[in-house]
Structures are given as structure tokens and as C-alpha cells.
């Protein structure tokens, strides 16, 4: 199959010699010459031809198909050569065209790619802008009242945190696109992660009265620590900012299944299939318009990277429970 592959891309040169050949005979029988010498001589010029000239090429030939097969391996999905010539295109050729088709490809992906990415995050700085005129208004209304004493003082605290936490959320979402290259999977206790995490969210708690229950557990899993607590901020965040009283619990059972709860205004059942979508506040965000529809959509993107599930219980007035499933095991389906 490879020597008929050698001789049907070099059809012209074969045909070519055989017609000189031909040529030749027909001269040598048109005259009356003798033909053993003729016959002699091309058995001479095809031996030493073929010794120094058709033995290389045929090598070289052998290389390049060696190559292509291992581009074939190497990307099964490069499609066929542009002019679907078959065996009718040198290798070189064929290669060629279909490595360049294959670049072609690539690269308009990669622009439909960056191009969505831009439009991604030109809709996310849009709404993040949006949203830290809040807390920046806030303060400068404090300013320029000229309110003193503790209760302002605390006011003012509290929308310096807001802010930390909007500045925190984009680079969050900055990092969240080189996440892969970032992960550092190594067994992890949860519950210091969990600690630390609240440990962030203690100004707004003394600020709105909450309580906070973390649970004595000891689980351990595989996970990337720095990635988990972001996760965790970003639910103690949500339980605390639609908790207006009551207390958020963490805690954590034998099979690994992490759940951050909390008492306070619960969510809409027609929102609770809509909340992890980049953007959507759903009716409690709208009438507190303290939310950016963010947090739990990289909460989401975030779990799905460290390859574990969320799965959120809540009912109006009744709270939320937030349930992570940090083992290896999949959530039980509503």
C-alpha cells in the first residue's frame, strides 16, 4: 500500500520515463537498429536512477507520511484538504492545507471566544458600576452631612465593607477565567476554611444583630482552599445581607455535605431555578437593589471547576439552606 502511495504520487515522472522509453524503442525499430543494447541501457539508467535518485525520494516519502500520520494522532479532527483531490495532491500539499485549514479554524474560534468574553465582561463592569454607586453615595452623604459619633461611624463601616466586597467579587470574576491554572487540590479541614470565612462578615453581623453557628466538625476533603473560602463568602454574604434577624449556621455531616442556612427572607420559589444565572437578582435582590446578580453565578462556575455540586432548599419567610457536596458523591435530585 505505501509503494503503490510512492508510485501514484510520482505517476508523471513514471509516465514520463515510460514514454521516452517508448519513444526511443519505436526510433530503434523505425531504423532497423539492434534493441538488446537499448533494453540494456534502460535497465543500466533504471538501476543506477533508482539507486540514486528513487531510493532517497522514496525515504523521504516515507518520512513525510510518517509525519502526517503523526499530525492525524496528534489532531484527529483536522478536517480534508480544501480541494478534496484525494491522492491526486503531493503530501506536502495536503498537509499543508490541512494544517492551514485546521489554523483557520482555530483561530475564528478563538475569536468568537474573545469576543464573547469581551461582551461578557463589558455587560459585568456595566452592572458592577452600577452597583458601587450605592455604597460610594451612602458615604458621601455621611461626609457632607457632617454626622459624627458612633452610629455614624458605623454606618460608614458598613459601606466601606460593601465596597471591599464589590472590589473583591470583580477580582473574582477577573481570576475566575485562569481558574484551571490556579487550582491546588490538597485535603483541606473545612472547618478552619469556614471560620475564616465568617471571620470576614463579622462587621455586618454586630452591625445587624445576627448570631453565628458554626459547627464542632472535623471533615476533611480534596479541594483548593483559597477557592472553597471564596465560595463561602460569597453564601455567608447572601445569608447575611437577607437575614434581618435570627442567627446563619454552618455545619457539616459524615458524608462530607457542607451547609451554610440561614432564617431570613427566603427565595421565591419562580426565582430558586433562575439563581445561579449571571445577572439575575430575582425579586429580593430588586427590592433590596444591594445585589449583583454575581455571586452566586461564580459560586456556581467556581463549585463546577472544583467538580463538586450546590443544591439550594428555600421557601419565603422560612430562610435558605445552601447545601455544597464536597465528597465525591452526587446530590440527591428534588
Not at 84 to 91: C, K, T
Request: hydrophobic share 40%; charged share 20%.
Amino acid at each position: 500500500m505505501l509503494f503503490f502511495r510512492y508510485l501514484l504520487e510520482r505517476r508523471r515522472v513514471i509516465a514520463a520515463s515510460l514514454l521516452l522509453g517508448a519513444g526511443a524503442w519505436y526510433l530503434f525499430r523505425l531504423y532497423g537498429l539492434p534493441q538488446s543494447p537499448l533494453l540494456y541501457c534502460f535497465l543500466l539508467i533504471a538501476t543506477v536512477g533508482w539507486g540514486l535518485f528513487g531510493l532517497p525520494d522514496f525515504v523521504s516519502f516515507y518520512r513525510r507520511l510518517r509525519q502526517a500520520q503523526a499530525l492525524r494522532r496528534a489532531a484527529p479532527h483536522l478536517t480534508e484538504p480544501v480541494d478534496a483531490g484525494g491522492w491526486s495532491q503531493p503530501l506536502g500539499d495536503r498537509l499543508m492545507a490541512e494544517t492551514v485549514e485546521e489554523l483557520r479554524q482555530r483561530i475564528a474560534g478563538l475569536e468568537t471566544q474573545l469576543a464573547g468574553r469581551q461582551e461578557e465582561l463589558l455587560e459585568y463592569f456595566t452592572l458592577w458600576a452600577h452597583q458601587i454607586k450605592t455604597p460610594l453615595a451612602a458615604m458621601e452623604l455621611l461626609v457632607q452631612t457632617g454626622q459624627t459619633g458612633p452610629q455614624a461611624n458605623e454606618a460608614l463601616r458598613q459601606e466601606l465593607f460593601q465596597t471591599e466586597r464589590y472590589v473583591e467579587l470583580v477580582l473574582g470574576y477577573l481570576r475566575i477565567y485562569s481558574m484551571s491554572a490556579d487550582l491546588r487540590l490538597t485535603l483541606c479541614p473545612v472547618r478552619p476554611i469556614a471560620a475564616r470565612a465568617a471571620k470576614r462578615f463579622a462587621t455586618p453581623f454586630i452591625y445587624k444583630g445576627l448570631t453565628l453557628d458554626l459547627g464542632d466538625f472535623e471533615n476533611q476533603v480534596v479541594t483548593d482552599e483559597k477557592w472553597l473560602q471564596f465560595v463561602l463568602e460569597q453564601l455567608i454574604s447572601n445569608a447575611v445581607k437577607y437575614t434581618p434577624s435570627g442567627k446563619v449556621s454552618i455545619d457539616m455531616d459524615g458524608e462530607d455535605v457542607l451547609t451554610v442556612s440561614d432564617q431570613g427572607v427566603g427565595i421565591d420559589p419562580a426565582d430558586l431555578p433562575r439563581i445561579f444565572e449571571r445577572g439575575f437578582t430575582g425579586r429580593n435582590g430588586r427590592q433590596q437593589q444591594a445585589s449583583t446578580g454575581l455571586g452566586l453565578y461564580l459560586t456556581r462556575r467556581v463549585l463546577d471547576k472544583l467538580g463538586n455540586r450546590v443544591q439550594v432548599l428555600s421557601q419565603p419567610g422560612q430562610g435558605t439552606q445552601v447545601r455544597l457536596y464536597l465528597g465525591r458523591g452526587a446530590p440527591p435530585r428534588d
